[in-house]
Nanobody, 121 residues
Framework: VQLVESGGGLVQPGGSLRLSCAASGFTVDYYGIGWFRQAPGKEREGVSC????????YYADSVKGRFTISKDNAKSTAYLQMNSLKPEDTAVYYC???????????????WGQGTQVTVSS
């Protein structure tokens, strides 16, 4: 069971990035996928999650209207489209497989290694 994130990088405020989370060793059809982030000196926080069916999505208040989560079961890949990025979005972003809802780290058992997102001019 493995999750691998990609798509992070350096972007200017107001810019966009799309993160990908590729699953191997299992299919994401039966699992919810969550995105979490952790900034230096801060606790890990839930950003968004999508139910196993893909029919329900949840977002932290801080990213509502700017981020969109999706998943492609055929490709066993989930995505996080991030628009209107702000410096406070700077963090390491992790994807995880488990149960959604709730958007809580304890509901997810498999984690990726993380990808750095830096929003700076």
């Amino acid at each position: 069971v493995q999750l691998v994130e990609s798509g992070g990088g350096l972007v200017q405020p107001g810019g966009s990035l799309r993160l990908s989370c590729a699953a191997s060793g299992f299919t994401v059809d039966y699992y919810g996928i969550g995105w979490f982030r952790q900034a230096p000196g801060k606790e890990r926080e839930g950003v968004s999650c999508i139910s196993s069916s893909g029919g329900r999505t949840y977002y932290a208040d801080s990213v509502k209207g700017r981020f969109t989560i999706s998943k492609d079961n055929a490709k066993s890949t989930a995505y996080l489209q991030m628009n209107s990025l702000k410096p406070e979005d700077t963090a390491v972003y992790y994807c995880a497989a488990g149960s959604c809802p709730p958007l809580e780290a304890s509901s997810f058992g498999a984690w990726g290694q993380g990808t750095q997102v830096t929003v700076s001019s």
